[in-house]
């Protein structure tokens, strides 16, 4: 099967600013970026066909104001009515001894690899590319790959059995710039999410913070959820989604802001005066990023049924005496 999308940062800062973001324990989750509040009605549009990828769009229209969304830890158990209730939920708690040991003896024996370069969390909102009025706060953690790349892994809390919701790249301008312009597309800003305070390392000094918030301003992010916690899923269901950030006031309800400053001992307003001279010139975001805000149009992924490609003749023997799939599998 293959992934199709609908039309519908941070990067690796200075050595001194890394360095002072590093964290004794950051194995457990932590951090994300956010969302905002227009209503979605979806139609067609023919895009030109690209190398096995269909495009189709959605179109973003404002919306009444925003019901209280959880900021944190959305239920475990979806409420009734939520899409897939019935499914049951692997909880933490069941692991078994034998699973525990195993789990014990393999970070002793194998080393901890690419997840040991993950020295950050930062701790934001996200929405849906094509639906604003779903935040969704994600947990960052995050390594440097380079000066100008981040790749971070995103959970629904900071806690040991937080859910690993999703992925962001995270990319400097020039970078961005050089993306293909139908890329570009894909990424949203990072000057509003900084500006504003909405993105916080949490336990970090204000000076620390600041010096890599410096760096993070002039950069594009690019996220997928992989699990949408927020509608209750008890299970990662269906394809990824594109996410996206909010980029003005007024986007995302101040009360969900207020309920995540509550909790881990923040203040946004605070924070936005205290960044307000950041840098002498914030930069304006590229035009080709916030897709959704700046056109009302948003590209989300859906999936679609393909032809089986193999090497192997002998597969196509065996699959030869198989029924006819459905013409297409459900979203």
Same mark, same amino acid.
């Given at each position: ?35 905002? &509040?227009?209503?979605? /009605?979806? %139609? ?8 096995? =990828?269909?495009?189709?769009?959605? =179109?973003?229209?404002?919306?009444? $104001?925003?019901?209280? =969304? *959880? ?16 499914? *049951?939920? /692997? ?11 195993? +789990? ?10 690419? #997840?040991?370069?993950?020295?950050? %969390?930062?701790? /934001? ?5 094509? +639906? ?29 059995? $937080? ?54 301003? &002039? ?9 949408? #916690? ?10 990824? !989604? ?27 307003? !605070? ?19 916030? %897709? *959704?805000?700046? =056109? ?7 999936? !679609? ?6 090497? #192997? ?14 013409? !297409?599998?459900?979203?």
């Amino acid at each position: 099967m293959e992934h199709h999308v609908q039309e519908a940062s941070a990067v690796a800062s200075g050595s001194l600013a890394q360095q002072l973001l590093v964290m004794p324990n950051a194995a457990a989750p932590r951090g994300a970026l956010s969302p905002a &509040n227009p209503a979605v /009605a979806h %139609h067609s549009e023919q895009q030109p066909a690209a190398a096995s =990828t269909s495009y189709s769009s959605t =179109t973003i229209s404002p919306a009444p $104001a925003l019901a209280p =969304t *959880p900021a944190h830890h959305p239920a475990r158990h979806p409420p009734p009515g939520a899409p897939h209730a019935a499914l *049951p939920e /692997a909880e933490q708690e069941d692991m078994r001894l034998l699973t525990r040991a195993l +789990d014990a003896g393999c970070s002793l024996l194998q080393g901890r690899g690419p #997840v040991g370069q993950i020295h950050q %969390h930062v701790d /934001a909102f996200h929405m849906y590319s094509h +639906d604003a009025t779903r935040p969704v706060r994600a947990h960052h953690y995050c390594a440097c790959r380079s000066e100008e790349m981040r790749q971070c892994v995103l959970y629904d809390s900071a806690d040991p059995g $937080a859910r690993l919701i999703g992925i962001e790249y995270i990319i400097s301008r020039r970078l961005f710039e050089a993306l293909p312009a139908d890329e570009r597309k894909f990424w949203h800003s990072h000057v509003y999410e900084v500006k504003s305070g909405m993105l916080v390392a949490p336990g970090v000094p204000g000076p620390a913070e600041d010096a890599d918030m410096a760096v993070v301003i &002039n950069t594009y992010g690019k996220i997928w959820h992989t699990w949408q #916690v927020d509608r209750g899923d008890p299970l990662p269901m269906g394809p990824p !989604q594109l996410m996206m950030a909010y980029t003005a006031d007024g986007q995302l309800p101040p009360q969900v802001t207020a309920a995540r400053d509550k909790e881990i001992g923040s203040d946004s307003e !605070q924070v936005r005066r205290r960044r307000a001279h950041l840098v002498p010139d914030p930069p304006e975001p590229h035009p080709d990023a916030d %897709h *959704p805000w700046r =056109t009302g149009r948003a590209w989300q992924c859906v999936m !679609q049924q393909v032809d089986f490609k193999t090497p #192997v003749p002998a597969a196509a023997t065996l699959l030869a005496g198989l029924p006819e799939p459905e013409a !297409q599998l459900e979203k």
